[in-house]
């Protein structure tokens, strides 16, 4: 069983900047990706970025230049750095992991809470 607690969501205003971060416990034997993803009311969820074990990053075109993702693998934890934020950011994010728990063999992913971003005009 594994648990991620997210925090850093909020109200700020268009141009300002929030910090998310995710912490994953529990019975990780490895952790093989890290993400986050969004949904905006009346869309779909969507991949926003993307940091893997072998040290590459994927990120949505919208957030290229603004977001960045970083972790701290001594605490299992992603970040999502988000500058220059706009009204269109605002959705609930998700953090997502990938890992291979202890005594498995196979991978599994596990889905955070959800944490609220609302960007004001």
């Known amino acids: 069983q594994v648990q991620l607690v997210e925090s850093g969501g909020g109200l700020v205003q268009a141009g300002g900047s929030l910090r998310l971060s995710c912490a994953a416990s529990?019975?990780?034997?490895?952790?093989?990706?890290m993400g986050w993803y969004r949904q905006a009311l009346g869309k779909q969820r969507e991949l926003v970025a993307s940091?893997?074990?072998?040290?590459?990053?994927n990120y949505a075109d919208s957030v290229k230049g603004r977001f960045t993702i970083s972790r701290d693998t001594a605490k299992n934890t992603v970040y999502l750095q988000m500058n220059n934020l706009k009204p269109e950011d605002t959705a609930v994010y998700y953090c997502?992991?990938?890992?291979?728990?202890?005594?498995?063999?196979?991978?599994?992913?596990?889905w955070g809470q959800g944490t609220q971003v609302t960007v004001s005009s």
């Open positions: 940091f893997f074990r072998g040290g590459s990053t």
């Open positions: 529990g019975n990780i034997f490895s952790i093989n990706a």
């Open positions: 997502n992991v990938v890992v291979r728990l202890h005594y498995s063999d196979s991978r599994s992913d596990y």
